[in-house]
């Protein structure tokens, strides 16, 4: 339980840490780099998030699973706000959390790469394989398991898999 007089931002980051992202398990909400801010006014807990795209299904759950946690660690009053703009950007996602998508089998977001594809002419992003690392890869399809990744499969070792979209 926090009492009024030990609310502190510190507190509040250490409890959002813990947070997943209820569509990637793996990634906490500070590894996505959504929670952009934590703000404390008298006794209220505000943290301020900006969704990874404005149609996220996922936010709703994101901004109860923050509201209840702080509440769950004794913050009486707690604001989630949302903002738009600037618009979230892979750059926010922490180093760490690439790696854990890696792991998870999740083809991390990275810097655009521009690779000639002869049969289409036109430049496309090169993506490593989670699995064996290849760059071989092609993409089946623009959505994959959720609308912020695209599905790719290996040409060498054949398996599909997600890729999370730059943006």
Known sequence: MVAANKIS???????????????????SVLD???????????D??????????????????IRVNIKMALL????????ITTILSPAWTTDWMSEEGKQKLKSYGIAPPNPVQQVCNKDLFA????????????YH??????????ACKAL???????????????H
């Open 9 to 27: 931002v510190d507190t509040i980051w250490r409890i959002l840490k813990d947070i997943p992202d209820p569509e990637v398990p793996v990634l």
């Open 32 to 42: 996505l780099g959504i929670v952009r801010d934590v703000i404390i006014h008298k």
């Open 44 to 61: 209220t807990a505000e943290v301020i998030i900006t969704p990874t795209y404005s149609g996220c299904p996922a936010m709703d759950v």
């Open 72 to 79: 769950e660690n004794g913050f009486k009053d707690v604001k």
């Open 123 to 134: 430049a496309q992003e090169a993506v490593q394989c989670p699995q064996c690392n290849s």
């Open 137 to 146: 890869t092609h993409r089946i399809s623009e959505f994959g398991s959720t």
């Open 152 to 166: 790719f499969q290996c040409d060498d070792c054949k398996e599909p898999f997600d890729y999370f979209k730059c």
